[in-house]
């Protein structure tokens, strides 16, 4: 009898400001509801906010969150940077021109600039006139420099001032499998980046920290940044057979949602329905974003099976064993009931037996009845003392038997040493040249029951020889 269970070992949830999800630099404060102030309206101010846990550069992610560079357009300055890095989350960079983000290395960071480091200093920065976004590397903003992997767009299309006071809607999408990085600013695609960024920036690690800076020099502004609930999003999830989990849309201005098909889910009206599909579904969602524009996305939810399978409730004769498998090649963790942790358990005795097996992110768990009766159909009998004196009474060792298809005989020293071997018909041992003693002997037999059922039985025991 089977009883298959399976638990979801990981759930996405965003953890709430409680659970302290960020780490805080420099002069960044936190200002409730997922925002923070990444520098205050003063000269040469510096600030950072880490996430604590890593990000996956070898899975597709999806950020949104809403930038303010202040009001102050004329002597504001400087900007903030998305940042992706693996030197760790205790790093800070230099305030000024550098946005909190010189230093950091390896890195890639996309910069929101919004103060012109040309027009002082003659410092030959590469600047351009208006407020902008690029892509650069390894803390290095000088876009005469080869460390520049995307030259300076507008912000804005339009190429409008965004020191206005207001919070402009930031997206930053990765795709792994186009190694492609495309930058949203107010819902306008403005930057879309091709490199292999594991590789190329790096150097293998597919795990990267990831969090905003800004600073300001002798001009100032004062920067925030709101974590939109529930980021990162999520284009694909996995459920575990039989279990749900939580579909969740990036935030609509109008809190209005509707996703297809309506089965499996819920509530299809809401930002987050619960979704328990029978088959791997991809979900559509639709609602308006915060600049007012129609936006539809997908979610493929896919369902985690395995092939654990102890098999049906089971008969075991007196002296056979039964090995049981999970059949779980890519298993995590096993655990039988008896606290082993092998593929297999051999098992002969009677009993209800299970198996917790981890794969694939869930918990999967099977048990199989074991039970035990005397369906011996065949008989063996072997005498515990034999005299091979040659008076022609009991002179040999000689295995009695009915019923047996066929078998092996075997008589061993005290050492281990086979003295013996025989097959069916060929089962007399004469003892000769031996002394007196006591002798172990092994015969393992097949038969055929009733039921025209195979079975091998072993058998074990000792033979005292007397002269």
């Given at each position: 009898m089977?009883r298959l ?6 759930v996405?949830?965003w953890?709430?400001?409680d659970?302290q999800?960020y780490?805080l ?7 409730g509801g997922d925002?923070?102030q ?6 040469n101010?510096?600030g950072?906010?880490?996430?604590n846990?890593?990000?996956?550069l070898?899975e ?8 303010n560079?202040g009001?102050r357009?004329?002597n504001?300055?400087d ?7 693996t030197?760790?989350n ?6 000024g021109?550098?946005l909190?983000?010189s ?5 890639l960071?996309?910069?929101?600039d ?13 600047d351009?006139e208006?407020?902008?976004i690029a892509v650069?590397?390894n803390?290095?903003?000088n876009h005469?420099?080869?460390h520049?992997l995307?030259m ?7 190429g409008?001032n965004i020191e ?5 809607l930031?997206?930053i999408a990765w795709?792994?499998t186009?190694r492609e990085l ?9 930057v ?8 190329d920036?790096?150097e ?8 905003i800076?800004g600073?300001t ?6 920067h925030t940044v ?6 990162p999003?999520q284009?694909t999830?996995t459920v575990c057979?039989?279990e ?15 996703w297809?098909p309506a ?11 619960k ?5 791997p ?5 639709s ?8 936006v ?6 896919s369902?985690a099976t395995s ?8 008969t075991?004769c007196?002296?056979?064993t ?5 059949h ?7 655990l039988w009931n008896?606290?082993?942790?092998k593929?297999?358990l051999t098992?002969?005795?009677?009993g209800?037996y299970?198996?917790?097996?981890e794969?694939a992110?869930?918990?999967?768990l099977?048990?199989?009845l074991?039970?035990l ?11 515990d003392?034999f005299?091979p004196n040659g008076?022609g009474?009991?002179?040999?060792l000689?295995l009695h038997?009915?019923?047996i298809?066929?078998y ?5 020293d005290r ?9 069916l018909?060929k089962?007399a041992?004469?003892?000769?040249n ?9 015969v ?8 025209q059922?195979k079975h ?7 033979v005292?020889?007397?002269r």
């Open positions: 089977k269970f399976a638990a979801l070992i990981w996405f949830a953890v709430g400001a659970a999800p780490k630099l420099g002069g960044a404060t936190a200002l925002c923070y990444i520098t205050k309206a003063a000269p101010q510096r950072v906010v880490w996430r846990d890593k990000i996956k070898n597709p992610f999806d950020l949104e969150f809403l930038m560079f009001d357009d004329q504001g300055s900007g903030m940077v998305f940042i992706l890095q030197a760790g205790d790093k800070l960079g230099p305030n021109r550098d909190g983000f230093g950091i290395f390896p890195s960071g996309v910069e929101f919004t103060f012109q480091n040309n027009r002082t200093g003659g410092t030959g920065y590469g351009p208006f407020d902008h650069v590397s803390g290095n903003g005469t420099t080869p520049t995307f300076p767009v507008p912000a804005l299309e339009s409008r206005d006071g207001r919070g402009h930031v997206r795709n792994p186009a495309d930058v949203y600013f107010d819902c306008q695609q403005r879309k980046l091709r490199k292999d960024l594991i590789t920036l790096f293998g690690q597919t795990e990267v920290w990831w969090g800076s600073s020099g002798t001009a100032y502004n004062r709101c974590l939109l609930p529930r980021t999003f284009s999830m057979a039989g749900s989990g939580t579909l969740t849309s990036r935030m609509a201005v109008d809190n209005q949602y509707r297809f089965e499996g889910l819920d509530n299809p009206t809401v930002r987050s329905p979704v328990r599909p029978l088959r579904t991809t979900y559509t969602v609602y308006r974003n915060h600049c007012g524009q129609s539809t996305d997908t979610i493929r939810v369902i092939n654990l399978e102890l098999g049906k409730d089971t075991l007196e002296g056979q039964l090995t049981l498998s999970t779980c090649q890519n298993a995590t963790t096993v008896d606290g082993t942790g593929a297999t098992v002969h005795q009677p209800r299970w198996v917790r097996v794969e992110g869930c918990v999967f099977d048990t199989v074991v039970r009766e005397s369906c011996q159909e065949a008989n063996v009998y072997i005498p003392v005299t008076d009474v009991n002179d040999v000689t038997y009915s019923g298809d066929s092996e005989f075997f008589v061993y050492w281990g040493v086979v003295l013996y071997k025989g097959e018909n089962a041992w004469d003892g000769q031996y002394p007196a003693g006591l002798y172990t002997w092994v393992r037999y097949r038969f055929t029951d009733q039921k059922q091998e039985v072993r058998k074990m025991g000792q005292q020889l007397w």
